[in-house]
């Protein structure tokens, strides 16, 4: 059973719109949560963070929120570049017991010109 | 050199042959990680290395194998492996197995024939 879900494996934005990339997770122990993006031919690199003692985290045009009660965080990207295409990987870890992070299974985001 | 090198880039293989992958991470980091990334699956752990030692294996079977000579390499040693391991393979450096931002290598594409 996936602890860390990223239901919609696509998502096509207009460039200059906001991007809205939503990840789920089932493991109440989860308290810190990661995105990483991922080009073709490349590794994940990492984005952004959010621990779970906070509701948001903005950097630059990437901001995370979480919602800790619904078991749900987005990642929020304005306004939308054609660079941005990529694939967003949602992660969690639980400070109690083993940090190494559980991903999701990625969302493409394509951003047109 | 920076960041975390993977070779080969692509690998083909028949399921008798024996081939490894190899990690380098010039980042001064003290802990390393095999990842295996299938087509529509989650990123799924396969071995975590902290400070040369395994601390980490998520029952992977063994025809993988890994090996870190020191804190700077980590191979993956495969013999008779099996169609269904065709994937990209993903290591990643972080510098303790804590709470920090794991950097990955663009990752070893591997096929089974």
């Known amino acids: 059973d996936q602890q860390v879900k990223q239901n919609s494996p696509s998502l096509s934005v207009q460039e200059g719109r906001i991007s809205i990339l939503n990840c789920d997770y089932t493991n109440s122990m989860f308290d810190y949560f990661l995105w990483y993006k991922k080009y073709p031919a490349e590794g994940p690199t990492f984005l952004i963070s959010?621990?779970?003692?906070?509701d948001k985290n903005e950097d630059g045009r990437f901001t995370v929120f979480l919602n800790k009660s619904a078991k749900h965080l987005s990642l929020h990207i304005v306004p939308s570049q054609p660079g941005d295409s990529a694939v967003y990987f949602c992660a969690a870890s639980a400070t109690r017991g083993s940090y190494i992070p559980t991903f999701g299974r990625g969302t493409s985001l394509i951003v047109h010109p | 050199e920076t960041g975390v090198t993977q070779t080969p880039r692509h690998l083909v293989m028949g399921m008798t042959n024996k081939k490894s992958l190899k990690c380098e991470q010039h980042?001064?980091?003290?802990?390393m990680y095999w990842y295996k990334q299938s087509a529509k699956k989650p990123l799924e752990l396969m071995f975590v290395y902290s400070l040369e030692e395994r601390v980490e294996n998520n029952s992977v079977p063994s025809r993988f194998s890994p090996e870190c000579p020191n804190s700077s390499h980590l191979f993956l040693h495969l013999h008779t492996l099996q169609p269904e391991d065709s994937a990209l393979y993903l290591c990643a450096s972080s510098l303790g197995t804590g709470q920090e931002t794991q950097y990955f290598g663009p990752g070893t594409r591997l096929l089974v024939l």
């Open positions: 980042l001064g980091h003290n802990a």
């Open positions: 959010i621990s779970s003692i906070k």
